[in-house]
């Protein structure tokens, strides 16, 4: 069964372009509604707590360094099949293999670069919103 929260970030990358209005609106227009949402800056150990799972990948150093360098915009979204259509929404990893109009494609700069993260499972949804946000900041 697929659940209906995912979890977003509008990555530093996307935030210093000034992207958080377009991409917002985007993420509006495609049918979510923001449950949670905070504007913050992540520290470096914050930043290695979330991305946990890639410690043994040999991009884990880049990775934390990237997301602890500005601030980022972090949400949960609600709709039915969030994850599903969010990854649609949202496009390839790589921006020059993101279909034409998803939010990569459009405001990417890199692999790395690739101005937001989204939840790839409904279970790392709920992981990552509970890493966030608590009850009470969910309306």
Excluded: C, W
């Excluded at 923001?34 to 043994?56: D, N, P, W």
């Excluded at 934390?64 to 949400?75: D, K, L, Q």
């Amino acid at each position: 069964m697929t659940g209906n929260i995912t979890f977003t970030m509008i990555k530093p990358d996307g935030v210093e372009a000034n992207n958080i209005g377009p991409i917002l609106a985007m993420i509006n227009k495609a049918g979510f509604k923001i449950l949670a949402m905070k504007y913050m800056r992540l520290t470096q150990e914050q930043a290695g707590s979330f991305y946990a799972v890639h410690k043994e990948r040999p991009f884990y150093g880049e990775l934390t360094g990237y997301m602890s360098s500005g601030p980022i915009v972090a949400a949960i979204l609600t709709k039915d099949n969030a994850v599903t259509d969010y990854r649609k929404l949202i496009g390839a990893t790589d921006p020059t293999k993101a279909d034409e109009g998803t939010i990569r494609k459009l405001f990417a700069k890199s692999i790395a670069a690739n101005a937001v993260h989204g939840s790839d499972s409904d279970e790392n949804a709920i992981i990552e919103s509970n890493f966030f946000f608590s009850q009470l900041e969910r309306f």
